[in-house]
């Protein structure tokens, strides 16, 4: 089991867990994708993750550049915290009756969500970079005609182009 910190100043949800390499490497996979990359090599990147969890089970710590983003990964300290079979079992909701006592930490997965979150924030950031505004999703082309500003600020006093006939 890993503990998986995605470390980018526009991804407020950042640490994730990993219960082997396959689940580690779906992250990183999804991480290329998020960013609009197809890694040049499959087999070079399984690679570079297996390299990575042996650097963090061996040296306690793994860092893995994938494009724009690190990933830092670090054997999880106490994987019992992690084990509630109310959370895990795959029965659940086929008659079985194991629920959680609370006293568990619910595994945060790198799921598609986390992808789209992950996605739009890094496309927010690079409008933001330039020159238009990710909150409210305008390129600098698309900027108010007559004050330049986005739509986060009020237009009232703004003239707006006629529309030529």
């Known amino acids: 089991m890993y503990e998986v910190t995605i470390q980018h100043p526009a991804f ?30 499959d087999r070079d990147l399984i ?4 390299n990575v969890r ?15 983003l690190t990933v830092e990964v670090k054997p999880a300290e106490n994987e019992v915290d992690y084990a509630c079979e109310g959370h895990e ?27 789209m979150r992950l996605s739009l924030a890094l496309d927010d950031e690079d409008l933001d ?7 409210c999703g305008l390129e ?7 004050c330049g500003r986005c739509n986060c600020s009020r237009h009232d006093s ?3 182009p006629t529309a030529a006939n």
């Open 12 to 41: 407020k949800e950042k640490l994730f867990t990993a219960k082997d390499g396959g689940e580690l490497r779906t992250l990183v996979f999804g991480l290329a994708r998020a960013q609009g990359q197809q890694p040049a090599s």
């Open 47 to 50: 690679a570079e993750v297996g």
């Open 54 to 68: 042996s650097r963090a089970d061996i040296e306690g710590v793994g860092l893995i550049k994938v494009y724009d």
């Open 89 to 115: 079992s795959l029965y659940v909701g086929l008659g079985e009756t194991v629920t959680c006592d609370g006293s568990c930490i619910p595994r945060l997965r790198f799921s598609r969500d986390s992808l």
């Open 129 to 135: 970079e330039t020159g238009g505004c990710g909150a």
């Open 140 to 146: 600098v082309g698309q900027m108010c005609a007559d």
């Open 158 to 160: 703004c003239k707006r």
